[in-house]
């Protein structure tokens, strides 16, 4: 079982709709992460929070924002969607890179977000 | 852009070694080497890193080549349950790259009875 939980694990929403995808974890790690993975292909980073601070945005839309309330939770609220952005998105928790090292990156299992 | 290269896919024999690899000819002196795999509709699960020396856990083997170009992912015993796609990562230790994984295409691994 995963240390990083995420709800729902499936979501389906229209265009117009306004949702959002939770992740929790309980490991005390204060570096949180979203990546977005589409079919067949391999994950790509979307944000990096480190000390409950956004620290890394990877171009993305602003349609996708994301939210960490305190260090045990982090949010990626989405709104207007189009149907490209059906993917696979995972969440993923370490200790922040630089303060205990080199310490891997904990995954949940993802919400499959289809928009139609 | 991912900094390694790795074979689209492999197949293994259930019970025998899976040897993996992986090259990374531009690697930097303090870059880690991360292999991560991923079972299908599951995240990426954590199996083994390493900077230079090799190293062992329960789940696999990592070898790197003594001028860190390249690095072998080895599962001794591989099972059904080792079928899945297998990422190699170069890491970067800079701070503000916030630990970042760039994950490659990945190898996807096929064990069969």
């Known amino acids: 079982d995963t240390e990083v939980t995420q709800t729902p694990k499936h979501l389906v929403m229209g265009m117009t709709n306004k949702k959002s995808l939770k992740c929790e974890q309980h490991m005390g790690h204060r570096a949180m992460y979203w990546y977005k993975q589409k079919a067949k292909k391999p994950p790509e980073l979307m944000f990096v929070y480190s000390y409950e601070k956004l620290s890394i945005n990877e171009s993305v839309p602003s349609r996708f924002s994301p939210e960490c309330p305190n260090s045990s939770l982090l949010n990626l609220h989405l709104h207007a969607l189009q149907p490209e952005d059906s993917a696979l998105y995972l969440c993923?928790?370490?200790?922040?890179?630089?303060?205990?090292?080199?310490?891997?990156?904990?995954f949940g299992d993802g919400t499959r977000l289809s928009i139609l | 852009d991912a900094k390694t290269t790795q074979p689209p896919s492999m197949d293994c024999a259930e019970g025998r070694a899976a040897n993996l690899p992986c090259n990374h000819s531009t690697i930097s002196g303090n870059e880690y080497v991360y292999w991560y795999r991923q079972i299908h509709s599951q995240g990426p699960q954590y199996i083994i890193h390493?900077?230079?020396n090799n190293e062992t856990n329960e789940m696999a083997s990592l070898i790197i080549t003594e001028d860190r170009k390249s690095s072998t992912l080895i599962l001794p015993h591989a099972t059904l349950r080792d079928t899945a796609v297998y990422y190699c990562i170069v890491r970067s230790p800079i701070y503000n790259q916030g630990g970042k994984l760039i994950f490659g295409q990945g190898t996807e691994l096929s064990v069969k009875p």
């Open positions: 390493g900077l230079k």
């Open positions: 993923a928790s370490s200790h922040p890179w630089g303060g205990a090292g080199n310490q891997p990156q904990h």
